[in-house]
Structures are given as C-alpha cells and as structure tokens.
Nanobody, 123 residues
Framework: VQLQAYGGGLVEAGGSLRLSCAASKRTASNNGVGWFRQASGKEREFVAAISWNGGSTIYADNVQGRFTISRDRAQNTVYLQLNSLKPEDTAVYYC?????????????????WGQGTQVTVSS
C-alpha cells in the first residue's frame, strides 16, 4: 500500500486547511487510518484516527474540537480538516494505514506510512 498525503501549506493562525491521504490499494479501505504529526526537533505524535468504515474516530486532546477526520472508502481517501489553527500545530503531517480495522494512537498500530505534508501556521 502506498500513501500520498497532500494539502498542507502556509496559513495564518485561526485559518483552516484540509489534508488528504490517498491510498494506492482498495484493500486499505478495510483498515483504520491515522494521522500523525512531527514538529521540528520533536517526536512524532498522534493526531486523529478513523476506523475502517468511518464509524469510530478518536482525537488527541490538543486537537479535539478543531480537527475532523473523515474518509471516502470509494475514493480510497482519508481527510483531515484542520480548523482554528494555531502556531503550535506547525508540523509535518503523516497519514498511516493501521494493521487492523481500527486505528489506535500508537505508531506501532500502523503498517504503512505516507511521505508527509508540511503545515505551517504563522502567528
């Protein structure tokens, strides 16, 4: 499974972006998908995850209420809507396909990773 994450960019604080993660194989539609991010000099951290059918979602506390994860199984694409962005949201954002139908918070729950897309929020 190959993943392509895109949609990042430069935005002012309070602005919005929508990230997309396209999978190369339809089989990925049977797995959970997670979004993670890594700021410069910091460890990669969990952001949000969605189950195989979109029926279950989980978020990190620091993005809850601002970010929304969703998926279109027919298009093999998972989205992350980023609203009310803050400078501390600046990072490279990665999507990853989980090893099972439900995606957890741990990096090790995920088997395939995209190349990342940069999100920069200016103050």
């Amino acid at each position: 499974v190959q993943l392509q994450a895109y949609g990042g960019g430069l935005v002012e604080a309070g602005g919005s972006l929508r990230l997309s993660c396209a999978a190369s194989k339809r089989t990925a539609s049977n797995n959970g998908v997670g979004w993670f991010r890594q700021a410069s000099g910091k460890e990669r951290e969990f952001v949000a995850a969605i189950s195989w059918n979109g029926g279950s979602t989980i978020y990190a506390d620091n993005v809850q209420g601002r970010f929304t994860i969703s998926r279109d199984r027919a298009q093999n694409t998972v989205y992350l809507q980023l609203n009310s962005l803050k400078p501390e949201d600046t990072a490279v954002y990665y999507c990853a396909v989980a090893r099972s139908a439900f995606s957890g918070r741990a990096l090790t729950d995920h088997a395939y990773w995209g190349q990342g897309t940069q999100v920069t929020v200016s103050s």
